[in-house]
């Protein structure tokens, strides 16, 4: 079965340093996608980044990476440079059966 | 449109009472989900359509869940006889086919049993 786990309930960074969210996961699907998405407190889930499991590189987007360890099954996200607006739950995603398997998420605060 | 939109943005009812949410996805998406968030936790699977039919509707907690899209493009989430339990922001994301990409969310509907 596909679990998705984040073990980091609560990060705190301060502005323009980098933060790395941990994310590991669980699945005996040889292909798969991990997936970030950001959740302000209006609500709305925005998509931030997507790692495929057979991509040989990191994904990047703008400030946001993606760190994937294959064999330690872990896909941590990391940003870069923190912004007052980066304050905000971060889940991890993990494609399988036609559908996203979401972790507990992550609520990141970013402080001046 | 050009986002998911979902109505209504809140709902408040009472234990037992009969709820409708609904959802308008991206025009062309043909994969549809809805997800149940409860405070503090991730987004929960419901069910799954691909088209007009439910592909998966293993996440629905109960017979007191059933949603349509008997078009193809618009659903409906429908609960019957609310508890208190079901109170949490229930999520609608589309894609635009198969099963692999990034969902694209609605801002969810909130609901409320008192």
């Known amino acids: 079965a596909q679990k998705i786990t984040q073990t980091q309930p609560g990060m705190f960074v301060q502005e323009k340093e980098a933060v790395t969210l941990d994310c590991t996961y669980d699945?005996?699907?040889?292909?798969?996608?991990l997936f970030w998405y950001k959740q302000p407190s209006s609500g709305e889930m925005i998509f931030l980044i997507y790692q495929g499991s057979y991509d040989q590189q990191n994904a990047t987007e703008g400030r946001y990476s993606l760190n994937f360890q294959k064999a330690r099954k872990s896909a941590n996200l990391v940003i870069s440079a923190s912004q007052l607006g980066d304050s905000a739950m971060y889940f991890c995603?993990?494609?399988?059966?036609?559908?996203?398997?979401f972790g507990r998420g992550t609520q990141l605060t970013v402080w001046p | 449109g050009a986002g998911v939109s979902q109505t209504p943005s809140n709902k408040v009812t009472e234990k037992g009472k009969y709820v409708e949410l609904r959802c308008d996805p991206i025009s062309g998406h043909t994969a549809l989900y809805w997800y149940r968030q409860s405070l503090g936790q991730g987004p929960e699977f419901l069910i799954y359509?691909?088209?007009?039919?439910?592909?998966?509707d293993s996440g629905l907690p109960n017979d007191r869940f059933f949603a349509v899209r008997p078009e193809g493009s618009v659903s409906t989430l429908k609960i019957q006889r609310t508890e208190r339990g079901d109170s949490a922001v229930y999520l609608c994301?589309?894609?635009?086919?198969?099963?692999?990409?990034?969902?694209?969310f609605g801002e969810g509907s909130r609901l409320t049993v008192l």
């Open positions: 359509f691909q088209g007009t039919g439910a592909a998966d």
């Open positions: 995603a993990m494609s399988g059966l036609g559908r996203l398997y």
């Open positions: 699945t005996s699907d040889p292909s798969y996608g």
């Open positions: 994301a589309s894609r635009e086919g198969g099963n692999t990409g990034e969902l694209f």
